[in-house]
């Protein structure tokens, strides 16, 4: 017998159903598993189920194949959450249409409770990319998880940012995880899944991405998250949708400034006209929120000064800041250098660049940044 949480992931996968009227069906039928039984006369009698619905539902088995996703989820060594799981996320549980079923690649923690949004356009500029890399950094550095969408321009450098802290991320993507968008984002996504995080989506191992399932995207990162933070975005854009969201919710939203001649920066500094907290770095948002997990994602804790963003080189970053000299270096002069592989080195300088230690040059070259 169909168990709930089955249930739930069946009509995760039925298309055109959704949380809104799983919910309504719940709350007459009492279980998840219970509206899988019922006739389409009794299904049509729930508000916002027609007889399109109706019909879908009950003719559920010939619509999708469960034992088949099960099987897949289980074979790819994914994990599903459902509303029946203690781990479901708490603050999408308490949002209005919470994901029926979330597909996890890598682990969830309870320290993900403790989750920022970090948002933004995907056309973006130079201030954009480091600016977003530096607050994931910072960020992730005080022991926070950062949502982002995986979407190229902020989200990506966001993400990355929080990788070379050594801390958490997570990936909401807008397509099931058999179908990775944008597949030039899969090395990243690999490297979230593999212990600094996790990649997620509410829908089907392999569903594609769709002008529908972005927006339903955001509403879930905006959910996860104690506040959203807008780094680079238009006047209309995804990054300004959820905020919005946010803001309906009663997050937070923090924005960061940029020029006023550039349309890039318009839905920033509007977000700020509107009442968003202006900010200048990830130590604002935390001065802000007045709240530090007890434990950095560094692995740091009661010794370490709650001021003090960036740790102290030593091992591999030291090995190469120390290799930078006098000189600047091609990143193949710093492999052959350092010993290290290039995974490493190129995590290791996006760190340094961060902290403000190492800067890129014109042609690919890296040196040590100047006082």
Request: charged fraction near 20%.
């Amino acid at each position: 017998m169909m168990n709930c949480r089955e249930a739930l992931i069946a009509l995760n996968m039925l298309p055109g159903i959704g949380p809104v009227r799983v919910r309504r069906l719940m709350d007459r039928f009492g279980s998840a598993s219970s509206i899988l039984t019922q006739t389409q006369d009794k299904l049509m009698g729930v508000q916002g189920i027609g007889a399109e619905s109706a019909g879908i539902i009950n003719d559920w088995e010939k619509k999708i194949d469960l034992v088949a996703e099960l099987e897949e989820v289980e074979r790819r060594g994914l994990s599903i959450l459902t509303l029946e799981d203690q781990e479901y996320p708490s603050g999408l549980r308490q949002s209005y249409d919470p994901p029926l079923a979330l597909y996890v690649w890598g682990k969830l923690s309870p320290a993900d409770c403790h989750a920022l949004a970090i948002v933004g356009s995907r056309k973006t500029s130079h201030y954009g990319i480091q600016t977003a890399r530096q607050f994931g950094f910072q960020l992730a550095s005080n022991g926070f998880t950062i949502v982002s969408g995986l979407a190229r321009g902020i989200d990506t450098h966001a993400h990355e940012g929080a990788v070379a802290a050594g801390g958490r991320t997570i990936a909401v993507i807008g397509s099931g995880l058999g179908q990775v968008y944008p597949p030039e984002n899969m090395a990243l996504a690999e490297k979230i899944a593999s212990g600094y995080g996790a990649v997620v989506s509410e829908f089907p191992l392999n569903a594609s991405p769709s002008k529908k399932t972005f927006p339903m995207r955001n509403r879930i990162v905006a959910a996860w998250s104690r506040a959203v933070v807008v780094v680079e975005c238009p006047e209309w854009s995804g990054a300004r949708i959820t905020a919005n969201l946010a803001g309906e919710l009663g997050r937070p939203i923090y924005a960061v400034p940029g020029q006023i001649d550039r349309p890039s920066s318009a839905g920033c500094n509007a977000l700020i006209r509107e009442g968003a907290t202006l900010i200048t770095s990830g130590q604002d948002i935390v001065d802000d929120l007045s709240l530090l997990p007890l434990e950095s994602a560094l692995g740091e804790s009661d010794n370490v000064d709650s001021g003090q963003v960036f740790p102290e080189l030593d091992g591999s970053e030291r090995l190469i800041h120390d290799a930078l000299g006098n000189d600047s270096m091609r990143v193949d002069e710093i492999l052959k250098n350092t010993e290290l592989p290039l995974p490493e080195v190129n995590a290791l300088l996006l760190k340094l660049e961060i902290q403000g230690l190492v800067c890129q040059l014109p042609g690919g070259r890296f040196a040590k940044k100047r006082a």
